[in-house]
């Protein structure tokens, strides 16, 4: 095996790990970080989006929502090219308890989460499809967040400070000795290599998938993996995140993303992280809980269903999951369960990732004898070249928050609309490219960066143009992985093409019904009885 030295391993390429990869980096501590599928491959890329005020938590867990309150302004001036901001109202519906509006403004101003109480009239205004029978209306700054972005940009700022980042690469064993932890050794799951990673430090951020970590060193650590459903609308029927004003609860936030609304969420205990299904009751909870805040929600077209998996700490007996703290927990397994060189990072939001990883790596900066401080929430991010090639930056070069109309204009600006692959997130063809060039290897990765695939066709219009793209650019620049056969890349090609048709087939079939039925059938006559997808074979390992 090969052996790579380093100061601090960090297993998993969520927004914690990442921060923790960045933040190490930042100080000068050799690090690696470890992914075993592509980065946001976990519950990063699976939420809803939001940036949190700190609004929905005030009440039941005030430290979350302080802790979200300060750096919602952080990550508004490190990362203002992942974020819309587009503010938040809290309501209260004929379904909701009228005096908590008060317990709400009250709690905001005890936990310094912004408040402002507007008028119904006003609400109206600015977001009109709201139901009209709504009483009371408090404002936060609340916004939306492209967590897939967030995710490259961390790992971008942590490259250039020198840390490396192997995504596909699962940890198989953590080495003791005696009470010491000193070692990882990793598959690469494309080529099945492994690597022996001698560290002096383990950082365990893999979020829900921490307690199977932690039991490779012989520790425990519970987590408790929260299903929560989500289901993407096809329009924006609201440009402001709209919460109901009560305890959190099914179905009780809608948060504008780029071109969709989410409705969510559920909260369902589920046993494995890496298995869990959704049901059609699910979808229709969603729903019905939409049309309390959006009369006719029910009758919008949705796109797909998904699910995520919260990784929530559980240190003591509670009644239900939503009762679990959102708050993070940083474990030292030194004073904790007597085994050295390993520390776990649990729980917490997206929000408040940075903070997560600062307080880790403050630690482990303190037995590594570092003195750095930590400099993370005051240096902006860079973005990335794919990002950037999209029209990100202002004229005079100055980054800025992102804007519904942002992708519109970069294709207006550069003329490039027969250039377009993806008509639905107006994605073109050197944004999928610079994709390819930065290391995507697979077309759901290529989504993840730019987004190619996830407007109403669901893929159908693009899915074989990225293909192609796929395959030009693997045959002109071959790699390591990647050779001039040409029968080796158009394995690869058709492997790809497949594995995207599944993965969103899978977030298809809850919502198979009306439009999106006949988009899913007109998907279908495309790909199995033109193109004859049906009929492709490629082995496995060559996704």
């Not at 099945?192 to 990673?197: G, L």
């Given at each position: 095996?090969?052996?790579?030295?380093?100061?601090?391993?960090?297993?998993?390429?969520?927004?914690?790990?990442?921060?923790?990869?960045?933040?190490?980096?930042?100080?000068?501590?050799?690090?690696?970080?470890?992914?075993?599928g592509?980065?946001?491959?976990?519950?990063t890329?699976?939420?809803h989006g939001?940036?949190?005020?700190g609004g929905?938590?005030?009440?039941?867990?005030?430290?979350?929502?302080t802790?979200c309150?300060?750096?919602?302004v952080?990550?508004?001036?490190?990362?203002?090219?992942?974020?819309?901001?587009?503010?938040?109202?809290?309501?209260?519906?004929?379904?909701d308890?009228?005096?908590?509006?008060?317990i709400?403004?009250?709690?905001?101003?005890?936990?310094?989460?912004?408040?402002?109480?507007?008028?119904?009239?006003?609400?109206?205004?600015r977001?009109?499809?709201?139901?009209p029978q709504?009483?009371?209306v408090?404002e936060?700054?609340d916004?939306?967040a492209?967590?897939?972005?967030?995710?490259?940009?961390?790992?971008?700022?942590?490259?250039?400070y020198?840390?490396?980042?192997?995504?596909?690469?699962r940890?198989?064993?953590?080495?003791?000795?005696?009470?010491?932890?000193?070692?990882?050794?990793?598959?690469?799951?494309r080529?099945?290599?492994?690597?022996?990673?001698?560290?002096?430090?383990i950082?365990?951020?893999?979020?829900?998938?921490?307690?199977?970590?932690?039991a490779?060193?012989?520790?425990?650590?519970?987590?408790?993996?929260?299903?929560?459903?989500?289901?993407?609308?096809?329009?924006?029927?609201?440009?402001?995140?709209?919460n109901?004003?009560?305890l959190?609860?099914?179905?009780?936030?809608?948060?504008p993303?780029?071109t969709?609304?989410?409705?969510?969420?559920?909260?369902?205990?589920?046993p494995?992280?890496?298995?869990?299904?959704?049901?059609?009751?699910?979808?229709q909870?969603?729903l019905?809980?939409?049309?309390?805040?959006?009369p006719?929600f029910?009758?919008?077209?949705?796109?797909?269903?998904?699910?995520?998996?919260?990784p929530?700490?559980?240190?003591?007996?509670?009644?239900?999951?939503?009762?679990?703290?959102?708050?993070y927990?940083?474990?030292?397994?030194?004073?904790?369960?007597?085994v050295?060189?390993m520390?776990s990072?649990?729980?917490?939001?997206?929000?408040?990732?940075r903070?997560?990883?600062?307080?880790?790596?403050d630690?482990?900066?303190?037995?590594?004898g570092?003195?750095?401080?930590?400099?993370?929430?005051d240096?902006?991010?860079p973005?990335?070249n794919?990002?950037?090639?999209?029209?990100?930056?202002?004229?005079?070069?100055?980054?800025?928050?992102?804007?519904?109309?942002?992708?519109?204009?970069?294709?207006?600006?550069?003329?490039a609309?027969?250039?377009?692959?993806?008509?639905c997130?107006?994605?073109?063809?050197?944004?999928?490219?610079a994709?390819?060039?930065s290391?995507?290897?697979?077309?759901?990765?290529?989504?993840?960066?730019?987004?190619?695939?996830?407007?109403?066709c669901?893929?159908?219009?693009?899915?074989?143009?990225?293909t192609?793209?796929?395959?030009?650019?693997?045959?002109?620049?071959p790699?390591?992985?990647?050779?001039?056969?040409?029968?080796?890349?158009?394995?690869?090609?058709?492997?790809?093409?497949?594995?995207?048709?599944q993965?969103?087939?899978?977030?298809?079939?809850?919502?198979l019904?009306?439009?999106?039925?006949?988009?899913?059938?007109?998907?279908?006559?495309?790909y199995?009885?033109?193109?004859?997808?049906?009929?492709?074979t490629?082995?496995?390992?060559?996704?």
């Amino acid at each position: 095996m090969q052996t790579i030295p380093t100061d601090v391993l960090v297993i998993g390429g969520g927004a914690t790990g990442l921060g923790c990869v960045r933040d190490l980096a930042m100080r000068g501590i050799r690090s690696i970080l470890v992914e075993k599928g592509d980065l946001t491959n976990g519950t990063t890329g699976r939420y809803h989006g939001l940036l949190h005020s700190g609004g929905r938590y005030v009440t039941k867990d005030p430290q979350s929502a302080t802790e979200c309150a300060h750096e919602n302004v952080i990550l508004r001036r490190i990362m203002p090219h992942c974020l819309e901001d587009t503010s938040g109202f809290f309501v209260v519906t004929p379904w909701d308890d009228p005096s908590y509006g008060d317990i709400f403004a009250a709690n905001c101003r005890k936990t310094e989460v912004p408040v402002q109480e507007i008028s119904v009239a006003e609400m109206l205004r600015r977001e009109p499809a709201l139901n009209p029978q709504i009483s009371r209306v408090f404002e936060v700054p609340d916004g939306s967040a492209d967590s897939f972005l967030a995710a490259h940009t961390n790992a971008l700022a942590a490259h250039n400070y020198g840390a490396q980042i192997f995504t596909y690469h699962r940890v198989v064993e953590l080495i003791r000795t005696g009470a010491h932890v000193v070692a990882a050794v990793v598959e690469d799951l494309r080529t099945r290599e492994r690597k022996y990673i001698d560290c002096g430090f383990i950082l365990n951020a893999a979020g829900a998938w921490a307690g199977q970590i932690a039991a490779l060193a012989r520790v425990k650590v519970t987590v408790v993996p929260g299903k929560g459903t989500m289901v993407a609308m096809n329009h924006r029927m609201v440009n402001t995140v709209i919460n109901r004003c009560k305890l959190p609860a099914d179905g009780d936030i809608i948060v504008p993303i780029h071109t969709v609304a989410v409705i969510g969420t559920t909260d369902i205990h589920v046993p494995d992280p890496d298995v869990y299904g959704i049901d059609p009751e699910e979808v229709q909870l969603m729903l019905a809980e939409g049309e309390k805040l959006v009369p006719g929600f029910a009758q919008y077209r949705a796109l797909r269903a998904w699910a995520g998996v919260r990784p929530l700490y559980k240190d003591q007996d509670v009644a239900n999951d939503r009762d679990i703290s959102r708050t993070y927990k940083l474990l030292d397994h030194r004073q904790r369960d007597g085994v050295d060189g390993m520390i776990s990072i649990v729980g917490g939001k997206w929000t408040t990732y940075r903070l997560m990883a600062k307080d880790a790596v403050d630690e482990i900066a303190r037995r590594l004898g570092n003195t750095q401080p930590c400099r993370t929430a005051d240096e902006p991010m860079p973005i990335p070249n794919f990002e950037h090639r999209s029209g990100n930056y202002a004229g005079d070069g100055a980054e800025k928050l992102y804007w519904l109309g942002k992708p519109l204009a970069a294709v207006e600006q550069a003329q490039a609309y027969g250039d377009l692959i993806c008509e639905c997130e107006l994605v073109s063809r050197t944004r999928v490219q610079a994709a390819i060039n930065s290391g995507a290897s697979n077309l759901d990765d290529i989504r993840r960066d730019v987004r190619m695939g996830m407007g109403p066709c669901q893929g159908g219009w693009c899915i074989y143009r990225t293909t192609a793209l796929l395959y030009e650019q693997r045959s002109a620049q071959p790699s390591a992985d990647v050779t001039q056969d040409p029968t080796f890349n158009i394995q690869h090609a058709n492997a790809a093409l497949l594995h995207f048709l599944q993965e969103r087939w899978k977030g298809l079939t809850p919502v198979l019904w009306g439009d999106q039925l006949r988009q899913a059938r007109l998907d279908e006559l495309i790909y199995v009885s033109v193109l004859g997808a049906g009929r492709l074979t490629a082995p496995a390992e060559t996704a």
